[in-house]
């Protein structure tokens, strides 16, 4: 059963820093099902990435997603102060259909 | 604009049940699956089934199997969970989310189980 795992579990960047998330399958999965969201308190979450690379409509160019096998990475090239949240890797596959990463937590240095 | 709104809090006392709603507007309901996920306080994201508005067929997690039913009333362009047998450890927000992309979340429906 593929498993998901974040690292790390916090990251602590200054505004203006680069940021670099990951996530790693137990398994190699097709990059196509692959997605990362973000997580801001009180709020659901918000689709960044699909299929691994893809930003969603509306993301910012900023953040950016690449990987394949069971290695995966989002980046934030440039963080801005609304871009610390906790974010998710989510995979889907053949059963159960979705699961989600622990999270990686991004704060403000 | 697309999005899906859900019902209300909800306190409930152990063993009892809870049903929390998800109106769909701005799309058309049946051309997209229904997830529900849930997450404790402080927790991640934990994906409970799915529902094909459609159809009405399901798929749950085998940790909620015999304890949620997901079900909707398409003329009202709405979908259900029924969570039974609560304890406290299913105090948590409710999602309901569009899939294959979840690209749509609804707000979030709080439950709390206390006695």
């Known amino acids: 059963e593929s498993v998901l795992t974040q690292s790390p579990a916090t990251l602590s960047l200054s505004p203006g820093e680069r940021a670099t998330l990951s996530c790693r399958a137990s398994?190699?999965?097709?990059?196509?099902?692959l997605a990362w969201y973000q997580q801001k308190p009180g709020q659901a979450p918000r689709l960044l990435i699909y299929?691994?690379?893809n930003r969603a409509t509306g993301i910012p160019a900023r953040f950016s997603g690449s990987g394949s096998g069971t290695d995966f990475t989002l980046t934030i090239s440039s963080l801005e102060p609304e871009d610390f949240a906790i974010y998710y890797c989510?995979?889907?596959?053949?059963?159960?259909?979705?699961?989600f990463g622990q999270g990686t937590r991004l704060e403000i240095k | 604009q697309v999005q899906l709104v859900q019902s209300g809090a909800e306190v409930k006392k152990p063993g009892a049940s809870v049903k929390v709603s998800c109106k769909a507007s701005?799309?058309?309901?049946?051309?997209?699956?229904i997830n529900w996920v849930r997450q404790a306080t402080g927790q991640g994201l934990e994906w409970m089934g799915w529902m094909n508005p459609n159809s009405g067929n399901t798929g749950y997690a085998q940790k909620f199997q015999g304890r949620v039913t997901m079900t909707r009333n398409t003329s009202i362009s709405t979908a259900y969970m029924e969570l039974s047998s609560l304890r406290s450890e299913d105090t948590a927000v409710y999602y309901c989310a569009r899939s294959p992309a979840f690209d749509i979340w609804g707000q979030g429906t709080m439950v709390t189980v206390s006695s």
């Open positions: 701005g799309y058309t309901f049946t051309s997209y699956d």
């Open positions: 398994q190699s999965v097709s990059n196509d099902l």
């Open positions: 989510q995979l889907r596959r053949e059963w159960p259909p979705y699961i």
């Open positions: 299929a691994a690379s």
